[in-house]
């Protein structure tokens, strides 16, 4: 079992939808919860980062983490092509470096 | 801010040759860089993390003499391929974690860098 699991879709949906992403991890420890979008041929850029559990909310996304259930959710309200990529979670344990990701869910927003 | 660059964007060599990459933190200082490489459609993978002025950790299955990391700044890293075959064909990228007190870890990326050997 993959220590941070994430349904790599394709996921198509209309414009102006809101999309719902998810991850889902086995080990309580993780303490730091991030999204990324990759764009295609491009570096990940860092969407939302949140600590511990909790809602987050930065323009039209919002970042919620449920820790007692182990899962972990990106919303995007009013879906514009534009959000078309790669969206990656990832997650740190406390006083460690590396990241773990989860392997990236392709979104496609239709016009 | 947090912006991190790579270069060169995109390389074709020999097979046999060596390829340098840089990275570079823009406007901060990074204690902690990461080297990943990306296959199509697929997650990142990390090679190795880096730290200033010591040797490089490598993740394991990760040839260290095959993948030589130096990080000799606090806004520089770099990753040499060294006699670069087909199969080390990849998307490398690079990312940086901020130095700041009590931060959150977390990783700036760079724009990658798309490696083909001939």
């Known amino acids: 079992q993959k220590e941070v699991e994430q349904d790599p879709g394709p996921l198509s949906v209309p414009e102006g939808a809101i999309v719902s992403l998810n991850c889902t991890y086995s080990n309580s420890a993780f303490q730091y919860f991030m999204w990324y979008r990759q764009y295609s041929r491009k570096g990940p850029e860092l969407l939302m980062y949140t600590y511990s559990s909790g809602n987050k909310e930065d323009g039209r996304f919002t970042a919620q983490v449920d820790k007692s259930s182990k899962y972990i959710s990106l919303f995007i309200r009013d879906s514009q092509p534009s959000d078309s990529a790669t969206y990656l979670c990832?997650?740190?344990?406390?006083?460690?470096?590396?990241?773990?990701f989860g392997q990236g869910t392709r979104l496609t927003i239709n016009p | 801010g947090a912006v991190v660059s790579q270069h060169p964007s995109w390389v074709i060599c020999k097979s046999g040759t060596s390829v340098k990459i840089e990275c570079r933190s823009l406007d901060f200082q990074a204690t902690t860089m990461f080297w990943y490489r990306q296959f199509p459609k697929q997650s990142l993978m990390l090679m190795a993390t880096s730290n200033e002025g010591s040797k490089a950790t490598y993740e394991q299955g990760v040839e260290k003499d095959k993948f030589l990391i130096n990080h000799a700044s606090l806004t520089l890293s770099t990753l040499t391929v060294t006699s670069a075959h087909p199969e080390d064909s990849s998307f490398y990228i690079c990312s940086a974690r901020v130095s700041l007190a009590g931060d959150s870890g977390t990783q700036y990326f760079g724009p990658g860098t798309r490696l083909l050997v001939l």
């Open positions: 990832a997650m740190r344990y406390q006083g460690a470096q590396k990241l773990v």
